[in-house]
């Protein structure tokens, strides 16, 4: 079976400072697919960025830099110089060849001003 | 490009009626999927499709819970009757079928619809 771990609830920062927010995940497939979506208060989904698991250079959009490392299971989030609107609940996912996506329990980013 | 649509967006109904909640997905995906949010479990699978054929209803909760997709542009989740535990956001998401382009596997996701069953 497979699992993500999302292990900060929640976070707090003040604007401009950087973020890392860490995603763990179980899977005995060798073929899978990593996804981070943003939930900001509207509620919505919003997709991030998808990684299979043969691609392991690291990805960076902007402000945002996702590293992916298979020996630790870990695929963490950064963003770099933090504003207000990224305060959101941040969700990593994953998927096996298309199937269904397993939601960790994700992690809510408190920026402050 | 319209997104997935999601109808209605906010439902209120009371224990023991009928809910029907309706999916557009995104135009040429093939897959879809019907996920459900509560505080107490996350966010969970109910049902997935794929050319509309249901493909994992292994997490539709019980009898009372059916799921259609009579053809490419749209599905149903019915909760007959419903509950006050079904209260939660159903999402509905697309994705293009696995494989097939540098998009596929992305699941794109609806607004979803608030259900609050008292």
């Known amino acids: 079976a497979q699992k993500v771990t999302q292990a900060q609830t929640e976070i707090s920062v003040v604007e401009k400072e950087d973020v890392t927010l860490d995603c763990v995940y179980e899977t005995r497939d060798t073929t899978y697919y990593l996804f981070w979506y943003k939930q900001p208060p509207s509620g919505e989904l919003v997709f991030l960025i998808r990684?299979?698991?043969?691609?392991?250079q690291n990805e960076i959009s902007g402000r945002y830099s996702w590293n992916f490392q298979k020996s630790t299971s870990s695929f963490n989030f950064t963003i770099t110089a933090s504003q207000v609107v990224d305060s959101a609940v941040y969700f990593c996912?994953?998927?096996?060849?298309?199937?269904?996506?397993?939601f960790g329990s994700g992690t809510r980013l408190q920026v402050q001003p | 490009d319209a997104g997935v649509i999601q109808s209605p967006r906010h439902e209120v109904t009371e224990m023991g009626q009928e809910v029907t909640l309706r999916c557009k997905p995104i135009?040429?995906?093939?897959?879809l999927f019907w996920y459900r949010q509560t505080m107490m479990r996350g966010l969970e699978l109910l049902i997935y499709f794929n050319n509309n054929v249901p493909i994992d209803d292994s997490g539709m909760p019980e009898d009372r819970f059916s799921a259609k997709m009579p053809n490419a542009s749209f599905s149903t989740l019915k909760i007959q009757p419903s509950e006050p535990r079904d209260s939660a956001v159903y999402f509905c998401?697309?994705?293009?079928?696995?494989?097939?382009?540098?998009?596929?596997?992305?699941?794109?996701f609806g607004p979803g619809t608030r259900l609050t069953v008292t």
């Open positions: 135009s040429g995906h093939n897959s």
């Open positions: 990684r299979n698991s043969f691609d392991e």
């Open positions: 996912a994953l998927s096996e060849l298309g199937r269904a996506l397993t």
């Open positions: 998401a697309s994705s293009p079928t696995p494989g097939q382009g540098p998009r596929s596997y992305e699941q794109y």
